[in-house]
């Protein structure tokens, strides 16, 4: 019994000092904390929709530097010396960081120092995604914050729209993740916007012999030029990705992917790869349930890239400024 107990003790320790994440890590150190989210998140994301597309894309960016440890959060400071991934040009296009700033504000009233930047990005990501609508899925908690954010890094380490299917794997494999789970998670295009600049090389001067990128329908290319990005060089016309359903979390950005629609590179790099596209046909196959399911153990498993738990990291007090 006493080698039992002490089995069990050294355990306990271990899983205090490593630390994992786990469902509801904060029951009893604020109980209150995913409550305060998701009212906030169910108070407000109605009147800005636009938020959940922000958010989950906001948290995959996080997610993809650095691990999921809030970096992405992080402002350029003049005493740093460093531009942080904020400023990196895939987050110049990143938005909702007023309304993370705000739920901070909330949780250090209620529980001061004890809800990370990480794990509120993780859990208002989902929150505003089931609040307009769409799939849900589990958020163990636990994650703490990181203390180094460089702008270089993000510019290296999250895949850009010009990527092909090689990048594209290599990229996600990088960070653990697979074929099906880059299949999964590019289907959160189905909600959102983008800009010109993001695909715009596929409708002027694509390439030596072709000036439109023959991988887009032509039909679509033309509605582009004529209604969206009338220059190569504009910068501001917002896009819908998934055009006429673009609030609506659902499948039909796979059907317009395989209808050669996809709006980027790398949506139609899906379609070049056997693995991939039997996958999309897959899922287009089974029911919208079926893929909020499987979409949704993809973002549980993203939320897990390189967290930091235990003691490593910090608790950030305010999720724009490392604690001095
Ligand atoms: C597979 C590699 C991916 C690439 C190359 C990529 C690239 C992009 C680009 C270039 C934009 C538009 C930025 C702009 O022009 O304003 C965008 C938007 C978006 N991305 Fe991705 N993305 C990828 C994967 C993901 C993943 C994994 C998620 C989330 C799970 C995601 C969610 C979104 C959302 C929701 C938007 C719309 C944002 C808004 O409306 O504010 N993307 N993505
Ligand atoms: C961080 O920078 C953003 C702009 O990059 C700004 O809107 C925000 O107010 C800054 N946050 C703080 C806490 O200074
Ligand atoms: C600034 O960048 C250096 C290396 O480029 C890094 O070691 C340091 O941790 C960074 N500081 C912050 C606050 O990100
Ligand atoms: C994919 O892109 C990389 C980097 O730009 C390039 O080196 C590689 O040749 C490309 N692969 C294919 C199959 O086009
Ligand atoms: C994968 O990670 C390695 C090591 O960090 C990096 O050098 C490489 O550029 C990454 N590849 C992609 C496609 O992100
Ligand atoms: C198109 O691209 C080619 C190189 O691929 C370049 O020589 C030419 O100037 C470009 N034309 C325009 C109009 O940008
Ligand atoms: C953008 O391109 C168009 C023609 O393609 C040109 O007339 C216009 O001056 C350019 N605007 C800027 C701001 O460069
Ligand atoms: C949201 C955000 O921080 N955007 C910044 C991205 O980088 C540019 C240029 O460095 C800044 O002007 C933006 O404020």
Same mark, same amino acid.
């Given at each position: 019994?006493?080698?039992?107990?002490? *089995?069990?003790?050294?355990?306990?320790?271990?899983?205090?000092?490593?630390?994992?994440?786990?469902?509801?890590?904060?029951?009893?150190?604020?109980?209150?904390?995913?409550?305060?989210?998701? @009212?906030?998140?169910?108070? &407000?994301?109605?009147?800005?929709?636009?938020?959940?597309?922000?958010?989950?894309?906001? &948290?995959? &960016?996080?997610?993809?530097?650095?691990?999921?440890?809030?970096?992405?959060?992080?402002?350029?400071?003049?005493?740093?010396?460093?531009?942080?991934?904020?400023?990196?040009?895939?987050?110049?296009?990143?938005?909702?960081? #007023?309304?993370? @700033?705000?739920? /901070?504000?909330?949780?250090?009233?209620?529980?001061?120092?004890?809800?990370?930047?990480?794990?509120?990005?993780?859990?208002?990501?989902?929150?505003? *995604?089931?609040?307009?609508?769409?799939?849900?899925?589990?958020?163990?908690?636990?994650?703490?914050?990181?203390?180094?954010?460089?702008?270089?890094?993000?510019?290296?380490?999250?895949?850009?729209?010009?990527?092909?299917?090689?990048?594209?794997?290599?990229?996600?494999?990088?960070?653990?993740? @697979?074929?099906?789970?880059?299949?999964?998670?590019?289907?959160? &295009?189905?909600?959102?916007?983008?800009?010109?600049?993001?695909?715009?090389?596929?409708?002027?001067?694509?390439?030596?012999?072709?000036?439109? #990128?023959?991988?887009?329908?032509?039909?679509?290319?033309?509605? =582009?030029?004529?209604? /969206?990005?009338?220059?190569?060089?504009?910068?501001?016309? =917002?896009?819908? $990705?998934?055009?006429?359903?673009?609030?609506?979390? @659902?499948?039909?950005?796979?059907?317009?992917? =395989?209808?050669?629609?996809?709006?980027?590179?790398?949506?139609?790099?899906?379609?070049?790869?056997?693995?991939?596209?039997?996958?999309?046909? /897959?899922?287009?196959?089974?029911?919208?349930?079926?893929?909020? /399911?499987?979409?949704?153990?993809? $973002?549980?498993?993203?939320?897990?890239?390189?967290?930091?738990?235990?003691?490593?990291?910090?608790?950030?007090?305010?999720?724009?400024?490392?604690?001095?």
């Amino acid at each position: 019994m006493k080698g039992f107990c002490l *089995i069990i003790f050294v355990l306990a320790i271990l899983g205090s000092v490593q630390g994992q994440l786990k469902m509801g890590f904060y029951s009893r150190s604020c109980p209150k904390a995913e409550k305060i989210i998701q @009212d906030y998140v169910n108070q &407000h994301i109605p009147r800005v929709p636009s938020l959940g597309a922000a958010l989950i894309r906001m &948290h995959f &960016h996080d997610c993809f530097v650095r691990g999921c440890d809030g970096s992405v959060l992080l402002n350029s400071t003049s005493s740093s010396g460093n531009q942080t991934e904020k400023a990196a040009t895939p987050n110049l296009t990143v938005t909702g960081f #007023d309304f993370i @700033d705000k739920l /901070k504000s909330l949780l250090e009233s209620a529980c001061p120092g004890i809800v990370s930047c990480a794990d509120i990005v993780a859990l208002a990501t989902r929150d505003t *995604i089931v609040v307009t609508g769409g799939p849900s899925w589990r958020v163990p908690t636990g994650r703490r914050d990181g203390t180094v954010s460089i702008a270089s890094e993000a510019l290296s380490q999250i895949p850009a729209p010009f990527n092909n299917i090689t990048t594209l794997q290599q990229s996600f494999a990088n960070k653990s993740l @697979d074929l099906k789970d880059l299949v999964l998670l590019s289907g959160a &295009h189905t909600i959102g916007i983008a800009r010109c600049p993001s695909f715009s090389n596929r409708l002027y001067n694509f390439s030596a012999s072709s000036s439109t #990128d023959p991988s887009l329908d032509s039909e679509y290319a033309n509605t =582009l030029r004529a209604s /969206k990005c009338r220059t190569p060089n504009d910068t501001t016309t =917002l896009v819908e $990705m998934d055009p006429g359903s673009r609030r609506t979390f @659902d499948l039909s950005y796979y059907r317009l992917v =395989l209808k050669r629609r996809g709006l980027f590179e790398s949506d139609s790099a899906l379609t070049k790869n056997s693995r991939t596209l039997r996958y999309i046909n /897959k899922i287009l196959q089974g029911s919208l349930n079926n893929f909020y /399911k499987e979409f949704g153990l993809a $973002m549980e498993k993203m939320g897990r890239i390189d967290v930091k738990t235990g003691s490593s990291g910090e608790i950030r007090r305010n999720c724009a400024f490392v604690n001095s």
